[in-house]
């Protein structure tokens, strides 16, 4: 039902942007979430955006450089990631929570998740 794409490799500063469309469930009920794992790391918050639109909420290591938006028509949701940084290498995944629909940092809140897409930042 979700499925994050657009994962790839960027040099240090470049650009990347993800998506995840979403199928079999209304998107405008649905705060979206963006997470990261690293390889040996727990699976990490990084945004969430709220079924309007209107809230959203970064985690501070990438405040100011990743921005999330939703095309709540097209039933995708995007993360646009900027300035990257080899920290930022993960596999990062999309989910979706109906529970919270005003966007949540926390993972077990998240009803339905997308398989994840690789994300490697290296010169």
């Known amino acids: 039902q979700l499925q994050a794409s657009g994962g790839g490799l960027a040099q240090p500063g470049g650009s990347l942007r993800l998506s995840c469309p979403t199928s079999?469930?209304?998107?405008?009920?649905?705060?979206i979430g963006w997470f990261r794992q690293a390889p040996g790391k727990e699976r990490e918050f990084v945004v969430t955006?709220?079924?309007?639109?209107?809230?959203?909420n970064y985690d501070d290591s990438v405040k100011g450089r990743f921005t999330i938006s939703r095309d709540n028509a097209d039933n995708t949701v995007y993360l646009h990631m900027n300035r990257l940084k080899p920290e930022d290498t993960a596999v990062y995944y999309c989910?979706?929570?109906?529970?919270?629909?005003?966007?949540?940092?926390?993972?077990?809140?998240?009803?339905?998740w997308g398989q994840g897409t690789q994300v490697t930042v290296s010169s």
């Open positions: 989910a979706a929570s109906e529970r919270s629909p005003y966007g949540t940092t926390h993972r077990p809140n998240y009803d339905y």
């Open positions: 079999g469930i209304t998107l405008d009920y649905y705060a």
């Open positions: 955006i709220a079924w309007s639109g209107t809230m959203k």
